[in-house]
């Protein structure tokens, strides 16, 4: 039952054309690295704008330059077709500054005049210098601009929004655990956690309590997979094709997956520096550096989960991750986990067969080899 | 950037001016870069003293100011690509699973410390191994730079802008503190301190904050004389010196900003393009058509600047390389000089990329100059859209044109004139002086 409905509302938020069901009391998040607790204990639901996989972006492909791939067209593409329009408000995460200078300088030029007010939230990730006075900073102009937007929220309210996080988030994390123990098929998995684009964070706690307790599927067999991607994986399709090869995803270094809840909020500490702390430390992405803080979570999979293959996904429209792959390779090699290097477009038909035939060859070669 | 950087008389193909001579500035500065560079690789390589190799938007007066050998790693790439070595390095980079949609224009600089050839074929012998690699933004290739030669790498963030002024370039040079934001620039100083600590610690010397505050000065000093530079070419009746000569003598200024060398030297570019203009000598006197180009320096074909003068009128009288130096670089009030080189970097790469600020910039700069139309080298860099729309807007016509600024493997000559002509011909027909 809980399957089928996170299956459902997966389905849901790939859906095109978006149907986010925003009114005024939502605020649309876009990128992970945002203080959700803030926003809900200041009377709104939090909305997360995630990218679609849809080939057409017609709107955003005027604004974008060759160099930006899939992910941000189709953000920006939902956001120019109003998607956010009825939103109180829209908080950009630092990943995402291109698309907030855009949209800004669209609301300036009279092109978005249905846009609601455009914030982005700046946490500096740096690991070698202490940036914390400005991220407080930071803190406090989204509280501010969320009081602007008719919010209001007040210690108690705040305390009890980490507390419902928290648990949402162990109960994310349980699930985690018992994919890498081999419960749950790697895309199925996947898709349940996806889900809570679609539902707030108590309903989406609810249904993947349900899935734990329903009547297991038989655990899944095959060779133990882990996926890294230049692109966040915002769809399942180069998890169906690494399954398709007979390999079973157990972790994937995405925030819609395995970096999904990360650590908690410590309940206990000062809420503004707990906050800070949990998402300056959960950060994930290209933009982390040095290379140690970005390839920490593909170190900590290669040593734990008994791995069978690594899948880097390196799609035609990357400029960034490329400079990580040679690296990643040799660490993979250093820890003998196979690699195999995706390099096709997945969203289509033919780079999805084109994957699913390079993981193949991989195991091929793992087991003969 | 490079004297090297191609032939600023243009002789390749086309048929510009025989009697317009090169500057004296260009055969200078080349002795001096020569000179500079034997004794970097002296210092760095015979008595083992630590290298930086560094981005080009980091403050390498911090490097100046504690006499560190450093070198920009775009000018480097600029060198290899003046050489005509892009696409080799290029090649070299794919060999060691770089692909190669990631960028060329600082990432040859790896490509030449990946190859295995001897340093003596590499341009002007190679790099040294750095102690230290800083970048800000990070492009990518400089961590793998630091990774393959075990050197210490450190990548800055620099804070996003949240309060866009079209007009930042009226108000940067003095009220840059009310422009940028305390928090800000807070935030970068921190990271700048940082960097010092670095370079103390690879060279055992202490920043001496003084030795700073005159290295700022005279960096400041070089930009004013460049602004000077910039009003001659923008009133002058016709254009008196070639864009590719300009950017090269800018940018080879540029990387030794903060030195007396560099103060000299740009007082004698000064002295020199006004002198041509008094004595009326200009790179095309039937000038029909002035140019604007955007974008990356194209280090690999500064020629194509001159292609079409004699055909059809066109020079290209500006570009961003002499315009950031007058509107960026210059940042006054030294109570604390690393805050102030803070206040310059803090937004500095989106005036010359995002909206609002650098299409205003362009458009702005469109007009001082007289310009008919501009040439934007279209790499999928970020903001050009927007940089188009702003000209286009202000009825500048833009011509995007599909190339790579380094990697010569993009480079069709015969589809590019041919876009530039169908350009010149559709677009600016009628313009024209």
């Known amino acids: 039952m809980g399957a089928t409905t996170l299956e459902t509302r997966y389905g849901e938020a790939q859906a095109w054309p978006a149907d986010l069901g925003i009114d005024a009391s939502c605020v649309v998040c876009v990128g992970t690295n945002i203080p959700i607790e803030l926003i809900t204990a200041s009377g709104f639901r939090a909305v997360p704008l995630v990218a679609r996989p849809v080939t057409a972006t017609p709107r955003a492909d005027d604004l974008l330059e060759s160099g930006y791939g899939a992910e941000f067209r189709s953000v920006l593409e939902q956001l120019l077709c109003g998607a956010a329009d009825a939103a109180a408000l829209v908080v950009f995460d630092r990943r995402f500054r291109d698309l907030y200078y855009y949209l800004k300088e669209t609301v300036r030029l009279g092109w978005t005049p249905g846009l609601p007010p455009l914030h982005v939230f700046d946490l500096l990730l740096t690991r070698s210098v202490d940036c914390s006075a400005y991220n407080r900073e930071q803190l406090r102009l989204l509280a501010a601009q969320l009081e602007r937007s008719g919010g209001a929220t007040d210690p108690a309210r705040l305390a009890g929004a980490i507390a419902a996080a928290n648990a949402w988030r162990a109960a994310v994390r349980t699930v985690l655990a018992e994919r890498r123990r081999g419960v749950g098929r790697g895309a199925a998995v996947f898709r ?7 539902l707030d964070r108590d309903a989406h706690r609810v249904q993947l309590d349900a899935l734990r307790t329903a009547p297991a599927a ?91 293959l690594v899948v880097l996904h390196v799609p035609p429209s990357d400029t960034r991750f490329g400079w990580d792959v040679p690296a990643m390779v040799h660490l993979c090699d250093t820890a003998r986990v196979p690699v195999a290097v995706v390099r096709s477009d997945v969203l289509t038909d033919d780079g999805h067969t084109e994957a699913a035939t390079t993981v193949a060859r991989a195991l091929d070669r793992r087991t003969t080899g | 950037m490079t004297t090297t950087a191609g032939n600023p008389t243009g002789s390749a193909t086309g048929t510009p001016r025989e009697d317009l001579a090169q500057l004296d500035v260009t055969r200078s500065l080349r002795r001096h870069q020569r000179e500079w560079w034997a004794q970097l690789k002296a210092r760095t390589e015979d008595n083992g003293e630590p290298f930086v190799l560094a981005g080009a938007n980091i403050p390498h007066e911090i490097f100046e100011a504690m006499d560190i050998p450093f070198v920009t790693d775009v000018w480097y790439s600029g060198l290899v690509a003046a050489k005509r070595r892009s696409g080799h390095y290029s090649r070299v980079l794919d060999e060691h699973g770089y692909h190669r949609r990631l960028d060329r224009y600082a990432g040859l600089v790896l490509g030449v410390y990946l190859d295995e050839d ?21 492009h990518g290739a400089a961590e793998n730079v630091a990774a393959r030669t075990g050197a210490t790498y450190l990548g800055l963030e620099r804070p996003i802008a949240t309060r866009p002024v079209p007009g930042w370039w009226e108000l940067g040079r003095h009220a840059w503190e009310d422009l940028e934001g305390s928090d800000r620039v807070d935030a970068l100083l921190a990271q700048f301190r940082e960097l010092v600590a670095h370079c103390e610690h690879i060279t055992g010397r202490t920043l001496d904050v003084d030795r700073l505050r005159c290295v700022v000065t005279l960096a400041n000093r070089q930009q004013e004389l460049f602004t000077e530079v910039r009003t001659l070419l923008s009133t002058a009746p016709k254009l008196p010196v070639r864009l590719g000569e300009v950017m090269s003598q800018v940018m080879g200024i540029q990387w030794h900003r903060g030195t007396e060398w560099a103060v000299q030297q740009a007082e004698r570019f000064r002295d020199e393009v006004r002198e041509r203009v008094e004595r009326e000598q200009w790179v095309c006197p039937h000038e029909r058509y002035r140019l604007m180009y955007l974008g990356l320096g194209l280090w690999q074909q500064l020629e194509f600047f001159s292609r079409f003068e004699q055909s059809h009128g066109v020079v290209f009288a500006r570009s961003n390389y002499l315009s950031i130096a007058c509107d960026a670089y210059p940042r006054y009030g030294d109570r604390d000089p690393l805050r102030t080189l803070a206040g310059r970097y803090v937004t500095f790469n989106d005036y010359l990329h995002h909206p609002p600020w650098a299409g205003a910039w362009a458009e702005w700069e469109s007009r001082t100059h007289r310009l008919h139309g501009a040439v934007q080298l279209d790499n999928g860099g970020h903001g050009t859209r927007f940089i188009t729309a702003a000209l286009e807007a202000a009825g500048v016509p833009v011509l995007q044109l599909p190339t790579d600024a380094v990697d010569s493997r993009a480079w069709d000559e015969n589809r590019l004139s041919t876009l530039v002509l169908r350009f010149i011909e559709q677009r600016l027909a009628g313009t024209g002086t």
């Open chain 1, 192 to 198: 349940a956690l996806g889900a809570a684009r679609v």
């Open chain 1, 218 to 308: 038989a655990s899944p067999r095959g060779p133990r997979a882990a996926l890294f991607a230049a692109e966040t994986l915002y769809h399942d399709r180069l998890h169906t094709a690494v399954e398709s090869s007979g390999a079973v995803v157990v972790d994937e270094d995405s925030e819609w997956g395995s970096r999904l809840a990360g650590s908690d909020v410590d309940p206990d500490a000062e809420p503004a520096a707990a906050l800070l702390a949990k998402y300056w430390a959960d950060a994930t992405g290209r933009e982390l550096r040095p290379f140690d803080a970005r390839s920490a979570f593909l170190r900590s999979v290669v040593e734990n989960d008994a791995l069978d």
């Open chain 2, 118 to 138: 001897q340093d003596q074929e590499k341009p002007w012998g190679g790099l040294p191994d750095p102690a230290l690699v800083v970048t800000m933004p990070d």
